[in-house]
């Protein structure tokens, strides 16, 4: 069965750091998605993405991060300085489709820590 | 953010045991909602996916919802050790947004044989 996958599994960073989370939405989606979980807390929101843009963005998803499609199966998420508030996991998710609400299909996420 | 409210538990049954997880929300734009399963570090998996109101069945599992209370269930029959997760309510209106999910806080469910 078709899956997202992630890379890395878990990423450790120093504060101020950039790091580049990475995923391969399952092939035949269209529309992609970031959100992201930080311990303990809800699932939240980032950012959705449809034909190499951004459809929308959450009040988190601010000018520290960044979303790009570099081919034809990756789709990254960039966060430029990061900071220890930015320790989460962190999943992407894809759907074939995108109007309101279709399933959506999450990766087994990244755990990225902020030392 | 109070848009979906979910009791935490933790909640503990036998194995064997009909279990019901439930979810209010406030936002009465919601038409699309979801169940989503999470082992421990995992991401979520998709288990339901209903549209406005009414029920759905899937095996074991059935999904009510009920837009006028503003409230989804998730039952669980004969519940199995393998059950056992933490089960996030998950809920999307049709607007402007595209897709964006608005998640419960989860509900920590542990099956004992």
């Known amino acids: 069965e078709p899956e997202v996958t992630q890379t890395p599994s878990h990423q450790v960073t120093q504060m101020g750091q950039e790091v580049i989370l990475r995923c391969v939405p399952i092939s035949n989606h269209l529309y992609f998605y970031w959100y992201r979980q930080i311990l303990g807390q809800k699932v939240e929101f980032l950012v959705s993405f449809y034909n190499n843009e951004i459809s929308e963005k959450s009040e988190i998803f601010d000018d520290q991060f960044s979303v790009e499609r570099p081919d034809g199966s990756n789709f990254t998420l960039k966060i430029r300085s990061t900071k220890l508030e930015d320790s989460a996991m962190y999943f992407c998710a894809s759907s074939p489709q995108g109007v309101g609400g279709n399933e959506q299909y999450f990766g087994p996420g990244t755990r990225l820590t902020v030392t | 953010q109070k848009e979906v409210e979910q009791d935490p538990g933790p909640l503990s049954v036998p194995e064997g045991a009909i279990v019901s997880l439930n979810c209010t929300y406030s936002?009465?734009?919601?038409?699309?909602f979801m169940w989503y399963r999470q082992y421990s570090r995992k991401g979520p998996e998709l288990l339901m996916y209903?549209?406005?109101?009414g029920n759905k069945e899937d095996g074991r599992f059935t999904a009510q919802v009920d837009k006028s209370s503003k409230y989804i269930s998730l039952f669980i029959r004969d519940s199995q050790p393998s059950d056992s997760a933490t089960y996030l309510c998950?809920?999307?209106?049709?607007?402007?947004?595209?897709?964006?999910?608005?998640f419960g806080r989860g509900t920590q469910l542990t099956v004992w044989p």
């Open positions: 209903t549209y406005s109101s």
């Open positions: 998950a809920m999307s209106d049709r607007g402007s947004t595209l897709g964006r999910l608005y």
């Open positions: 936002n009465s734009a919601f038409q699309y």
